[in-house]
């Protein structure tokens, strides 16, 4: 199933026109994201004779957005990325990733192209519906995410009968949001499906945000019965708002005592060179074939998962 999914994909990118890259698994620079770590190892040898610490990407994100301001075209990668800490049912700390990118495309256009791939990939067509994060917190747990205090969140799976609530003391809000959203939502989404877009401003990762009433952040999660397979933005082209992210992310980490790793400055200097108007998306490949072949843990779909690494 594995090797038909990869040879599919390769075919279907190449009917697009999207070109297939290559860019480096190691990187003097790791993701700043607070809530993810990188592995790192240590490079010994010329030009390095006391070592040089290198991060082991978690996303092949940051070099292909160098080769789109390079002038690269649409492009895609499949490859493997690390996470340290991440092991359980839907989780492998090395996971094959599906990244590519579209210049002139925004979030919902690249949704389009996302559907398109994954409905050819699947056994026989799944229903598909598109909603806001905000209708869906309005219809499943009728609250408005983008306005409920912490407290009222915290009623909310209170109410829902979320097991240990009351012994949690979460940070702030989008942690609560977060923790409606997997115990509460997910499991109710049901067969087929979901895309969910337009998330609140405060979870905009790398994407762009919409001014508004409220803002929002250009970006979209694929759900395939209630497992989230993929993530995709409106790609954010701004070096000072990109490095003030980065900042944020940062004082973040030190607040929660987690690791200071240096931020992408190339990534940095080819936004300020420009980023042409694009969309991205990251799909786990792992997850997609536990849909396709009704596997419960991903160690089913990967040949070597870390007990047997």
């Not at 620079?29 to 490079?43: K, Q």
């Not at 092991?87 to 495309?105: A, I, K, M, Q, V």
């Not at 762009?208 to 970006?219: D, H, M, Q, S």
């Not at 607040?255 to 799909?283: H, Q, T």
Request: proline share 8%.
């Amino acid at each position: 199933m594995r090797a038909r999914v990869i040879a599919a994909i390769r075919a279907f990118f190449h009917r697009q026109g999207v070109m297939e890259v290559e860019t480096p698994v190691c990187s003097r620079y790791a993701t700043t994201d607070p809530t993810i770590e990188s592995l790192v190892t240590r490079y010994t040898g010329p030009g390095a004779p006391a070592g040089l610490p290198l991060y082991l990407h978690t996303s092949p994100e940051f070099p292909m957005k160098r080769l789109l301001a390079a002038g690269s075209g649409p492009i895609y990668q499949l490859c493997k990325v690390f996470r340290d800490g991440e092991s359980g049912r839907l989780h492998n700390p090395e996971f094959t990733l599906l990244e590519w990118y579209r210049p002139d495309f925004d979030h919902h256009r690249l949704m389009d192209e996302v559907e398109q791939l994954v409905q050819g990939l699947l056994m026989e067509p799944k229903p598909v519906r598109r909603i806001s994060y905000q209708a869906l917190f309005q219809q499943q747990l009728q609250l408005d995410p983008h306005q409920a205090s912490a407290g009222q969140l915290r009623d909310c799976a209170l109410n829902q009968g979320v097991s240990g609530v009351e012994r949690l003391d979460l940070p702030h809000r989008d942690a609560w949001l977060d923790l409606l959203m997997t115990h509460c939502i997910e499991p109710a989404m049901g067969p087929g499906l979901c895309f969910v877009y337009d998330y609140p401003a405060s979870q905009a990762a790398l994407s762009r945000v919409r001014p508004g009433t409220p803002p929002v952040a250009e970006r979209f999660e694929l759900y395939i019965s209630g497992v989230e397979v993929a993530n995709g933005f409106h790609e954010l082209t701004d070096a000072v708002e990109q490095r003030r992210r980065f900042e944020q992310d940062l004082q973040a980490r030190s607040a929660a005592a987690r690791p200071i790793v240096p931020m992408d400055r190339l990534l940095l200097e080819a936004l300020d060179l420009g980023l042409p108007d694009c969309a991205g998306v990251a799909l786990g490949i792992d997850r997609l074939i536990m849909q396709l072949t009704g596997a419960e843990q991903i160690s089913q779909v990967i040949a070597f998962p870390l007990e047997r690494a």
